[in-house]
Nanobody, 127 residues
């Protein structure tokens, strides 16, 4: 079992920044692929950014490339998402997730590939 707790959400004006954190406890953090997803009202939960199981690769959805940065500190069992130049369309509940598939060391892009989820943190960007 892995427990994930997000923090760092809030209300920010367009153009502002926030840093989300996801603290993990339970099994060895470094063995998991990690990801950030978001869900806006009335929309599907979507992939935002991910870290490979190997820890060497990251990826982002096109709309956040150049603005968001994912990072992980395995010593602190914590995943981060630095969000800069925020836009109103970034408004959503943000979730972190952890996944493990024996033979897959790349980035996981779909919800079904993740086994554990946090409770989410609200990010609201005002125009």
């Amino acid at each position: 079992q892995v427990q994930l707790v997000e923090s760092g959400g809030g209300l920010v004006q367009a153009g502002g920044s926030l840093r989300l954190s996801c603290a993990a406890s339970g099994r060895t953090f470094s063995m998991f692929a990690m990801g950030w997803f978001r869900q806006a009202p009335g929309k599907e939960r979507e992939f935002v950014s991910g870290f490979s199981r190997s820890g060497g690769n990251t990826d982002y959805r096109d709309s956040v490339k150049g603005r968001f940065t994912i990072s992980r500190d395995n010593a602190k069992n914590t995943l981060y998402l630095q969000m800069n130049s925020l836009k109103p369309e970034d408004t959503a509940v943000y979730y972190c997730a952890a996944g493990f598939r024996t033979a897959r060391f790349g980035i996981y892009y779909t919800r079904e590939e993740y086994d554990y989820w946090g409770q989410g943190t609200q990010v609201t960007v005002s125009s």
